[in-house]
Nanobody, 116 residues
Framework: VQLVESGGGLVQAGGSLRLSCAVS????????MGWYRQPPGKQRELVAQ???????NYADSVKGRATISRDNAKSTVYLQMNSLLSEDTADYYC???????????WGRGTLVTVSS
């Protein structure tokens, strides 16, 4: 199973970006997907999750600013983030949980840097 993130980079505070995670080697539609992030010097934390049925869950810190979505036909999950803050600076990781096995997989991450 491979998860490959893209879309990170340098963005100004108040700006927007969309992260993508392309998944292969698994039945994508049967995986719950999530985005986590790890700010510099801090622990990894949940950003957003989307179930196989499309239900979403967000960390309080991004509610109203982030939207997670999935395209099962493209085996891709997205994270749209708006009104970016300097505290959104982090490595962002894609996460998958196979609903039929419970196995979990992680991508290698993509760095988002928000300049103030």
């Amino acid at each position: 199973v491979q998860l490959v993130e893209s879309g990170g980079g340098l963005v100004q505070a108040g700006g927007s970006l969309r992260l993508s995670c392309a998944v292969s080697g698994t039945i994508f539609s049967l995986n719950a997907m999530g985005w986590y992030r790890q700010p510099p010097g801090k622990q990894r934390e949940l950003v957003a999750q989307i179930s196989t049925g499309g239900r979403t869950n967000y960390a309080d810190s991004v509610k109203g600013r982030a939207t997670i979505s999935r395209d099962n036909a493209k085996s891709t999950v997205y994270l749209q983030m708006n009104s970016l803050l300097s505290e959104d600076t982090a490595d962002y990781y894609c996460h998958a949980v196979q609903s039929y096995s419970g196995m979990e997989y992680w991508g290698r991450g993509t760095l988002v840097t928000v300049s103030s």
